[in-house]
């Protein structure tokens, strides 16, 4: 299936009315123990990190790459940053570099973030 395809095929889902200072996702960072721990985030969390970090994720006009597992805050407020610039989004499996560099090549990526395993 095409995503065109799905979204035409299918029905919007209902608003879940959430926001603000809702849960938004559990997110898992290692912080200062380095030690896996889940994180629970508002909606209004993960607003703030990405327009705080608005700047770092490079200009509106970029296609960006995601090659870093998404449940980790890191690609978390990569993807919600670069939403908010309105650039366009490409994410691959994971970091295999030979994949990686297709992709950047093939994709025009502007801007990545990733990580090794």
Not at 5 to 13: D, H, K
Not at 84 to 96: A, H, K, L, S, W
Request: with cysteine; proline share 5%; glycine share 12%.
């Amino acid at each position: 299936f095409s995503y065109e395809q799905l979204i035409a095929e299918n029905a919007p889902a209902a608003d879940a009315l959430r926001g603000r200072d809702d849960l938004a996702g559990i997110f898992y960072t290692g912080g200062t123990t380095g030690a896996a721990k889940g994180v629970m985030l508002s909606h209004r969390n993960l607003w703030s990190v990405a327009a705080g970090a608005i700047e770092s994720v490079g200009p509106a006009g970029l296609t960006a790459l995601h090659a870093a597992p998404m449940f980790h805050l890191a690609d978390g407020m990569f993807l919600i940053a670069q939403g908010m610039r309105g650039n366009t989004q490409v994410v691959v499996p994971g970091f295999e570099p030979g994949a990686v560099l297709e992709t950047i090549a093939r994709e025009k990526v502007g801007v990545a973030l990733w990580c090794r395993p």
